[in-house]
C-alpha cells in the first residue's frame, strides 16, 4: 500500500527558511515524478512543484520560483521542498503527491499534508 | 500559463439527484484532465483521470466527459459520502500544472 508522509512544517517568521519532508513507501519511488501541492487555510488548491523520477528535471509554479527548491533521494525514499524568504501568503497545508504513472500525469496518491504558517 | 475555471462555484443538491459540474481550460489541455474530490481536513482523492477514465475503487455514478477546453464531472444518485468540495486539474506538457479555484457540492 502507498503511503506518503509529509513532515518538517511549523510556525516560521517572515523570511524565514523551512524544509519540508515527504517520507514514501509501498511502491518504487524512484520511477515516479513526484510533487507539491498546497492549500491555504479555506482556499482551493495550488501546484507548487515537481521534480522527475530521476531528480533531473524540476518545475515551479512562478510563486515559489527563485525562493523553492525541490529534490529527492532515492535511496532515502523522500521528496524535499527547501522553502526560502517565507511570506504570510506561504501559510498553507502542503501536501506531498506521487503521479499515477510514470511520464508527467495526474496524482493518484496524496499524504496527509504538513501546515506552513509563517506569522510573527 | 493555462487557467482552469470551475463552475458553480457552489451547487446545492438533493441526494439522490445527479450533479453536473464544469471545468474549462484557457487553451486546449487535449484529454489531459483530472478531476479530485477533497473532504473537510482530507487530502484531494483521484476520481477521474485522462478526462473520462475512473481512478481505482471510484463508483460508476461518477462519470467525466470533455476533450479540448471544455469538460463535465457528473456524479448521480448523489449520496451523502459525495457533499464534498471538487477540483479539475490539467497536466498537459510539463509542469508546472493549474487547478481549478473548486466546486463545493452541498445539501439543497
Known amino acids: 500500500e502507498v503511503h506518503l508522509v509529509e513532515s518538517g512544517g511549523g510556525l516560521v517568521q517572515p523570511g524565514g527558511s523551512l524544509r519540508l519532508s515527504c517520507s514514501a513507501s509501498?511502491?518504487?519511488?524512484?520511477?515516479?515524478?513526484m510533487h507539491w501541492v498546497r492549500q491555504a487555510p479555506g482556499k482551493g488548491l495550488e501546484y507548487v512543484s515537481g521534480i522527475s523520477s530521476n531528480g533531473g528535471s524540476t518545475y515551479y509554479a512562478d510563486s515559489a520560483k527563485g525562493r523553492f527548491v525541490i529534490s529527492r533521494d532515492n535511496f532515502k525514499n523522500t521528496l524535499y521542498l527547501q522553502m526560502s524568504s517565507l511570506r504570510s501568503d506561504d501559510t498553507a497545508v502542503y501536501y506531498c503527491?506521487?503521479?499515477?504513472?510514470?511520464?508527467?500525469?495526474?496524482?493518484?496518491?496524496w499524504g496527509q499534508g504538513t501546515l506552513v504558517t509563517v506569522s510573527s | 500559463e493555462i487557467v482552469m475555471t470551475q463552475s458553480p462555484a457552489t451547487l446545492s443538491v438533493s441526494p439522490g439527484e445527479t450533479a453536473t459540474l464544469s471545468c474549462r481550460a484557457s487553451?486546449?489541455?487535449?484529454?489531459?484532465l483530472a478531476w479530485y474530490q477533497q473532504k473537510p481536513g482530507q487530502a484531494p482523492r483521484l476520481l477521474i483521470f485522462?478526462?473520462?477514465s475512473r481512478a481505482s475503487a471510484i463508483p460508476a455514478r461518477f462519470s467525466g466527459s470533455g476533450s479540448g477546453t471544455e469538460f463535465r464531472l457528473i456524479i448521480s444518485s448523489l449520496q451523502s459520502d459525495d457533499f464534498a468540495f471538487y477540483y479539475c486539474q490539467h497536466y498537459h506538457h510539463m509542469p508546472p500544472w493549474t487547478f481549478g479555484q473548486g466546486t463545493k457540492v452541498e445539501i439543497k
Open positions: 503527491a506521487k503521479e499515477r504513472t510514470t511520464g508527467w500525469y495526474d496524482f493518484d496518491h
Open positions: 485522462d478526462a473520462s
Open positions: 487553451q486546449s489541455v487535449s484529454s489531459h
Open positions: 509501498g511502491f518504487t519511488f524512484s520511477t515516479y515524478s
